[in-house]
């Protein structure tokens, strides 16, 4: 079985899986596809109050370069959302609420990829809150393994790569939309069908 016929089946796979989440949208993409901008960052930096106050945002994560680098040492992504109906976007406290959803259903999708590829590293919406209080910068993070990274954060043009695959950005006035990203690589060996070996 060549190459590609073996990255089919893997997607083929994946895709099964994730028809018992409730995802919006998905697509598989090419890592030169991401679009980086310092322009994403300027606006981290200038309007956004989680800016130097945690590990899954900048400056933390390095710069834009050194982000870009990161990501593009895998071998491939995948970008999908979730949607929460009947949001009150005045209400932060319930937006983010509703964005636990989200997040939960992230880490269980990521546990997917794992089963498939050796590394995966997933980017998810706006900053990490599984801590009441980010131990950044006195303390390392206290759930390293669990936290999920802003893609924004990223410096990753978020509405730009959704557009380019065809992905709902706006739901609604009362629809908001969640996105993450996972980046993949080092697939998992398929055990031969004489072989004692599982995936």
């Known amino acids: 079985m060549d190459k590609s016929e073996t990255k089919d089946r893997v997607r083929e796979r994946i895709e099964e899986k994730i028809t018992g989440f409730p995802v919006c949208e998905y ?30 945002c900048p400056p933390a994560v390095g710069t834009v370069e050194e982000c870009r680098r990161r990501c593009l040492a895998f071998e491939g992504g995948f970008i999908f959302t979730t949607v929460s109906e009947g949001a009150d976007l005045e209400n932060m406290d319930a937006m983010l609420a509703m964005r636990t959803d989200h997040e939960k259903i992230t880490r269980q999708i990521v546990k997917i990829f794992r089963e498939e590829y050796e590394k995966v590293q997933a980017f998810s919406t706006e900053s990490c809150a599984i801590c009441e209080k980010c131990s950044y910068p006195d303390a390392p993070c206290r759930h390293p393994d669990h936290m999920l990274p802003s893609v924004e954060g990223q410096g990753i043009l978020v509405t730009e790569l959704a557009e380019s695959h065809d992905i709902t950005f706006l739901n609604g006035s009362d ?3 969640w996105f993450s990203l996972i980046l993949y690589s080092g697939q998992r060996q398929e055990a031969c069908p004489d072989s004692k070996e599982s995936i």
């Open 27 to 56: 697509a598989f993409i090419r890592l030169e596809e991401i679009p980086f901008s310092e322009k994403v960052r300027y606006i981290c930096r200038t309007e956004c109050p989680r800016y130097g106050k945690s590990w899954s």
């Open 175 to 177: 629809v908001v939309t």
